[in-house]
């Protein structure tokens, strides 16, 4: 769907009727509809009405960083704004209307929107450019002046500034990484918001989004991965659809922002990452949590993946998003044939479970990948599994960004960043390089199962050689390392579990409540045996409490065993 660029047409298909920012009057009548007919629509509203009512009890947004961001309270607005405002569409119910209005104002009278922390503005901007557009016939006039002026003044005249390299927070401009889908994204739906009252502007600030964004992308992977990790797959992919939505449904074009990259593949991504505990493979800065991303919906609906609106029915419905893309087409996964077992070549990270339909599957997500990516953490050849309806190995995830030098310096001295925190090797007690990277040079999907292999050399200079393999054999999983030296080396093979664990000999019992896992060690050189220590570290860190770590502990040139998980 591609359309002219040059500012001056930019606006000439502007839709005049509103709302116009994603929804639409015409959208808006069929969920009016949709949810008294659909059970999940219903349900979607019923959490809806929910979270506005629980909105309604809370303080209004409030100038407050922490650390150096705003973005908390952009987030808040954004939810609020949205929300509170879809109710009133549907509702009728007055106290949604002046509860949005008031978040909206509110916010207008902040003495800035944080520019120096570009997302928080961004994110800001996009609140009220959705809220202003939606509830414009039933704001008052004072209300309107005062939400487009802060748009213009707080939003997009800090975004000009970027643009026209006249800031020095506008470095996002260059970026490939999610900063600009959520900044360029963000300023896209102000723009469009008060495009009939600074048209000029308006044309500008598309403009020069367009043109900067298309690097990032470029930047999603064929198979649909995104190496910033399932947190930011999750922040990226949300302006994302932002993006391309607000330019369909105000201009009638997303002027091939996905042409040529691998968008249409990212809800695959998702429905890997997921494992059926509900939690992620929360590799880099994330969190396991999987949290509801509604653009789900719409990457079903604008690439005719019925089985990314399936994955998402499962989950939580509860944003207004959810009822404006809502999907109700797609079938569950093993119906619709999808891969159990899969490889994301570019960012080498691969899946693998035993089947979509058992809570209790087997499913274990393993990467390679590269240790320069932004908020990668030193973890190449680490991995999660879950089994039994139960996360066995878990990723610590990130820490607090407000860490003395979490993004600076300092950052490989914390313990769920650096090698030690991670289900991977530690070797002679050292981190793995900062631009190490590993690859999954090879991946095979047998019958009842698949391996893969991870060449981890770069990771571990001190070695000749450092390979892992893992199989998946039905129900069970077979870990291997090969590590040669041409020194002897200490070796430690680590995984951190919330589990109690005890040892006998070369079997090693993890307990969770009622269920048992066990990991059964066959040495093939000598001096290989099992090990507990705790992975519990000080303040100001995260602490880690109740974390501990199985190891194994080897020595030699020549380190080789099998793990076999049960």
Known sequence: MAAETEPAALLKTLRQERPRTILTKARLA?????????????????SLKARGEKILTEAPVKHELIGPRLLTQSRNCLHRVTTCSMLFLLTDDK???DRAALEMTTAAAFPDWNPSHFLDTAEMTAALGFGY?????HLTDAQRKTIRDAIIKHGLNEGMLCYEGKAKYGWWTRATHNWAQVCNGGLAVGALAIANDEPELAQKILQHGLKVVRGAYAHWDKDGAWDEGPGYWGYTTQYTAYHMAVLETALGSDFDLPKDNGLHNAGQFRMHFVGPTGKTFNFADAGEGAGTPSQMFYLAQRFNRPEYAWHHRQERLDSAFDLIWFDPRGKSPDDMKVPTDMLFREANVAFMRSS???PKTTWLGIKGGDNGANHSHLDL??????????????DLGTDNYNLPGYFGKERWTYYRLNTHGQNTLVINGENQPPKAKAKIKKFEVVEQGATAWIDLIEAYPMCEQVTRRIDRNGASITMSDDIIAAKPIDVVWQMHTTAKIAIEGKVATLTLGDQKLTVELRQETEGVAFDVASAEQQPPQNVNKGIQKLLVRAKGNEVRYTLDFR
């Open 381 to 394: 050849g680490t991995f999660v599994l879950d089994a039994k309806g139960l996360r066995w190995a878990i």
């Open 356 to 358: 979509w339909s058992d």
């Open 95 to 97: 106290r949604f209307l």
């Open 133 to 137: 557009d939606w509830l414009y016939p």
């Open 30 to 46: 069929e969920i009016k509809q949709l949810i008294t007919t659909d059970a999940d629509a219903k349900r979607a509203l019923a």
